[in-house]
């Protein structure tokens, strides 16, 4: 059984008389354990794939099995269960607190989990530094956003999303807002995370040599998917590397560099 079994989904938006048929008939497994891109045009049903495999939304119809339960006609307290204990998410614009420094904002959501307010402050605090010490901001837990790089603000976010240690990390255009070698920095941390704690990715992207780190690349259009690919020997190149050589050979052998769009918030070119 597949950690995520999807089986004929469909999505229809309804804007008064008119009907946007944003998935038309999608069906997808996802293992334990893998990172799948999804890319696509702008329009072609991405981030509407996202937030239903995220639980953020349900689908007109069709089947979405998570972890072996049913979640396709679940109601929003449901839902929010579900993403609570399975699922970490990480958007294009950080979706940071401006005043809040970063070890604040990672233990917000132990805050706010149900089980989460259960933990005495002492250990969320210890559980945040450990979080921002995986994405390697040990030196930066007093910071503000507005007092790190984009690339560092992301990785904040990372670290926020995986405090809870879900067992999926989703992310919408990650590194959407990020110059390439900021990009190549949180493409780093999903191989870490995806090598030694075993995370299910599932990363949208309109950057090929971002979607290039995946394992499989699931290609939609017209809310359809269009194509799959195995991305086989790229995923290895980081295991070769120490992580201080990694930047330079990710850059050349992954293409990267064309992702080049400053740190704009509201820059949204993949729609
Ligand atoms: P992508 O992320 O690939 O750019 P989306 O999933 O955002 O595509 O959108 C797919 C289609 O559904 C588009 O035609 C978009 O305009 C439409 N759409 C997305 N969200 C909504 C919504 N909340 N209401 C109405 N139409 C929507
Ligand atoms: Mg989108």
Redesign the pocket.
């Known amino acids: 059984m597949s950690l995520i079994e999807i089986r004929d989904l469909t999505k229809v ?1 309804r ?1 008064g008389e008119v009907e ?1 048929h ?1 998935l038309n008939g999608v069906s997808l497994d996802i293992d334990r354990g893998e990172w799948v891109a999804i890319m ?1 045009p ?7 794939m996202m937030h239903i495999v995220g639980c953020l939304d349900i689908p007109t119809s069709g089947s979405y099995v998570l972890d072996g339960v049913d979640v396709s006609q679940m109601v929003e307290s449901q839902l929010a269960a579900v993403r609570n204990h399975k699922i970490g998410f990480v958007f294009q614009a950080y979706n940071l607190l401006a005043r809040t420094s970063a070890i604040k904002q990672v233990m917000l959501p132990m805050q706010y989990s149900r089980d989460g307010f259960r933990i005495p402050r002492a250990e969320r605090r210890e559980r945040a530094e450990a979080a921002l010490e995986m994405v390697e901001l040990a030196d930066r837990m007093d910071h503000r956003p507005s007092e790190l790089s984009g690339g560092e603000r992301q990785r904040v976010a990372i670290a926020r999303a995986l405090v809870t240690d879900p067992g999926i990390l989703m992310a919408d255009e990650p590194t959407g807002n990020l110059d390439s070698k900021s990009g190549i920095e949180v493409m780093e941390v999903f191989h870490r995370l995806h090598e030694e704690r075993g995370i299910t990715v599932v990363m949208v992207t309109h950057d090929e040599a971002i979607g290039a780190n995946a394992q499989r690349t699931i290609r ?1 259009f017209d809310g359809r998917i269009e194509q799959v690919d195995r991305n086989g020997e790229r995923t290895k190149v980081r295991s070769q590397e120490s992580s201080s050589g990694i930047s330079t050979r990710l850059t050349s052998d992954l293409g990267l560099g064309t992702s080049d769009r400053g740190g704009g918030h509201d820059a949204d070119a ?2």
């Open positions: 938006y804007m946007v944003a696509g702008s329009g072609s049903g991405k981030s509407t939609l993949a729609g």
